[in-house]
């Protein structure tokens, strides 16, 4: 299987932070982003629909009510709306530089290639 990795997930990353993933796959690839670098993604997907500049897409949904792959049993989501998030992923502005707590550019641009590369594919979105 094919893995790809955001710098976030990349690298040990030390106390005060969890090494928790969300991972992003099909049968042959999987994408691995850290937990981190993802709730800086789904809290502007929140300011972003909040403002009126994307849809209520259904990954914001299972994070917002704790369903699905971001329930406390955690079970693998299929990603149904994939061309609304790949529109939500393109308004998101990373950072240069990694920071902690945020997603870099780079990194955005590995996501949205990700997406777009598998958008025909049966997409699930699962936490590890």
Same mark, same amino acid.
């Given at each position: 299987? $094919?893995?790809?990795? #955001?710098?976030?997930?990349? *690298?040990?990353?030390? !106390? ?10 099909? #049968? ?6 850290? $937990?981190?670098?993802?709730? !800086?993604?789904? $809290? ?10 994307? *849809? !209520? ?22 990603? $149904? ?15 240069? *530089? ?5 997603? #870099?550019?780079?990194?955005? *641009? ?19």
């Amino acid at each position: 299987m $094919n893995e790809f990795r #955001t710098a976030g997930a990349s *690298k040990v990353i030390e !106390y005060p932070v969890f090494q928790d993933f969300i991972i992003i796959e099909t #049968t042959k690839q999987r994408l691995v982003i850290h $937990n981190d670098e993802f709730e !800086y993604i789904l $809290n502007t997907f929140f300011n972003n629909f909040k403002e009126g500049k994307s *849809k !209520y897409i259904q990954i914001l949904k299972k994070w917002n009510e704790c369903i699905g792959f971001s329930a406390i049993e955690e079970g693998p989501s299929l990603i $149904n709306d994939i061309e609304d998030t790949i529109e939500a992923f393109k308004l998101i502005e990373g950072v240069e *530089k990694e920071e902690l707590f945020k997603i #870099t550019n780079k990194d955005l *641009k590995l996501i949205l290639s990700f997406l777009v590369e598998n958008k025909n594919e049966e997409l699930k979105i699962r936490k590890e």
